[in-house]
Nanobody, 130 residues
Framework: QVQLVEFGGGLVQPGGSLRLSCAASGLTLNDYDIGWFRQAPGKEREGISCITNSVAGTFYIESVKGRFTISRDSAKDTVYLQMNSLKPEDTAVYYC???????????????????????WGQGTQVTVSS
């Protein structure tokens, strides 16, 4: 049985940082492209970043570019999302997802990361508030 699990969510003040981790059982994350998504109350799930499993290409939507960093630790088979300079509008449930390919499109001045991933975690809450 495939299971993805996110760690590291919590409450942080504006301007603060959190690092989310994504680990899995039943599959090897190193074999997949990994995406991070988030869903705020009353909003649709939004793809925010993706890392490919070959040449470790990374993609970010404009609103998190320069603040968030996606990375892999291949030895630990774990994917991270380092989130700096957090804003209240980053408050959401954050999910990691795995698939053989991140599907990236253009959306205005940013990119769109399709949520067509095969495997999903249960999500971890990130709340940015003073």
């Amino acid at each position: 049985q495939v299971q993805l699990v996110e760690f590291g969510g919590g409450l942080v003040q504006p301007g603060g940082s959190l690092r989310l981790s994504c680990a899995a059982s039943g599959l090897t994350l190193n074999d997949y492209d990994i995406g991070w998504f988030r869903q705020a109350p009353g909003k649709e799930r939004e793809g925010i970043s993706c890392i490919t499993n070959s040449v470790a290409g990374t993609f970010y939507i404009e609103s998190v570019k320069g603040r968030f960093t996606i990375s892999r630790d291949s030895a630990k088979d774990t994917v991270y999302l380092q989130m700096n300079s957090l804003k209240p509008e980053d408050t959401a449930v954050y999910y990691c997802a795995a698939d053989f390919k991140c599907r990236i499109g253009l959306s205005g001045d940013s990119i769109y990361i399709s949520p067509t991933f095969a495997f999903w975690g249960q999500g971890t809450q990130v709340t940015v508030s003073s």
